[in-house]
């Protein structure tokens, strides 16, 4: 679309809000009767001129009482908010002013019921469900009652025409008039049901993403506060089912307070970001050390690391600054690291490293011995559809964690890779650019 396209268009939604009202104000019944009024205002104002020029006076007098009627009607609904009297004195003016012009212009074979039937589905387009019935009824009742009088008594109608010039001219103009009010009513009413059919549509995406986001949520949650529940529960264990001496016992009140601080602390992380990310739906970025952020994750999970008699090496380069949010940063270590220790034999080794590559990248890699069993990983491992057969491993899947490892590794402009270790288990590559080289 060009930019002289975009400017009219933006005008024209101004004009037309000015006119009817925009849909932050008003209902769409309500900007429908503005709309109604607009055109039919205009509309007869031709009418007058004309039925003037063709010396129809009674229905130039008739026009003008719905001129009026319409402008009254108008002003009250878009000027004054009171759109009940507005559609009130609309309809009565319309039907009175019309039945007058009935009995003035040649009853049936005028143009006055065609005026009714627009009169009649304008009206119904603005009225509330429970009008619909109210307002049927009156229009029947009334071209009902007009035709049986005309019948009964044929000398109350009167037919000033001067000429057959003048009675299909009069047909023909008020065709269009009727035919632009319907028109202009109709296209209005399928315009804006599109609009509201799409903005429904997108309502429905927008929930079915907050439902995806939960959902995520809840993953989180309990992939990264199991390692330290099983941790606790451990140490409990220890007070129930040994007997250990005073020194052991303070060592693991120690152990157990420690590792409930950390547990608190995941806690209010993970919900802090996801309340922050949920309101904004972005991610806030900042100075970090990852070198610092990986040595807490690993303190975090020593404990499993022990429990399966683990060596969990840590090679850390210090100042390892990057751009990125700490409570994000930590989910992703947090999911590798409960990933290695989960698919690493009893007596195995997993190997965590953070430097600097290439001067402009910091790489993090954490890398295990793996089960000793063969497995092919494919890059599906990173897709949420895909996670479900890697191996014959007795603990099967990696779960929602890499795939939303992946996901916000990207949102802070990183990258995570892996590749399979020639004697078992697997290597993951985690790059930030560092803060020096942005």
Request: proline content about 2%.
């Amino acid at each position: 679309m060009t930019f002289r396209k975009i400017f009219f268009l933006k005008k024209f939604t101004q004009a037309r809000d000015l006119i009817i009202g925009s849909s932050v104000n008003f209902t769409l019944q309500i900007r429908i009767l503005h709309t109604f009024c607009f055109i039919a205002i205009n509309l007869a104002v031709l009418t007058i001129f004309f039925n003037f020029l063709a010396k129809l006076y009674y229905s130039a007098i008739a026009s003008l009482a719905i001129f009026i009627g319409l402008l009254l009607s108008f002003f009250l609904s878009r000027l004054k908010n009171k759109s009940t009297s507005g559609f009130v004195l609309l309809i009565c003016t319309m039907n009175i002013a019309l039945t007058f012009n009935y009995f003035f212009n040649a009853g049936i074979k005028g143009p006055t019921l065609l005026l009714l039937l627009a009169t009649y589905l304008g009206t119904v387009m603005i009225t509330p469900n429970k009008g619909y019935f109210i307002i049927t009824v009156s229009n029947i009742t009334l071209v009902f009652s007009l035709l049986t009088i005309e019948f009964l008594y044929p000398s109350l109608i009167k037919d000033t025409y001067t000429g057959a010039g003048t009675y299909f001219l009069d047909h023909l103009i008020t065709y269009i008039v009727v035919s632009m009010i319907i028109a202009t009513g109709v296209t209005f009413v399928i315009k804006n049901y599109q609009k509201e059919q799409l903005a429904v549509n997108e309502q429905a995406r927008v929930l079915g993403m907050l439902n995806d986001e939960k959902a995520k949520l809840i993953s989180i949650l309990s992939h990264d506060l199991r390692a330290p529940l099983a941790g606790i529960k451990t140490y409990l264990g220890n007070f129930v089912n040994k007997d250990i001496s005073i020194n052991e016992r303070e060592e693991i009140e120690r152990a157990l307070l420690d590792l409930t601080n950390q547990t608190s602390q995941l806690l209010d992380d993970i919900l802090s970001w996801s309340s922050d990310y949920f309101k904004a739906k972005k991610v806030e970025m900042h100075t970090l050390d990852i070198g610092l952020s990986l040595a807490k994750s690993k303190e975090l999970f020593q404990h499993l690391a022990d429990q399966k008699q683990l060596s969990l090496d840590l090679q850390l380069e210090p100042n390892l600054e990057i751009n990125g949010n700490e409570a994000l940063i930590q989910l992703i270590l947090r999911n590798l690291i409960h990933n290695a220790i989960k698919f690493t034999s009893v007596g195995g080794s997993i190997s965590l490293n953070a430097y600097t590559e290439n001067t402009t990248t910091a790489l993090v890699t954490i890398s295990d011995s793996g089960t000793g069993t063969a497995i092919l990983l494919t890059e599906d491992i990173f897709n949420s559809s895909g996670i479900s057969n890697l191996g014959t491993q007795s603990e099967q899947g990696f779960g929602l964690g890499l795939p939303l490892c992946k996901q916000y590794t990207e949102a802070q402009y990183g990258t995570l890779k892996f590749q399979q270790n020639e004697h078992g288990g697997a290597t993951f590559f985690l790059r930030f650019p560092l803060m020096n080289a942005v």
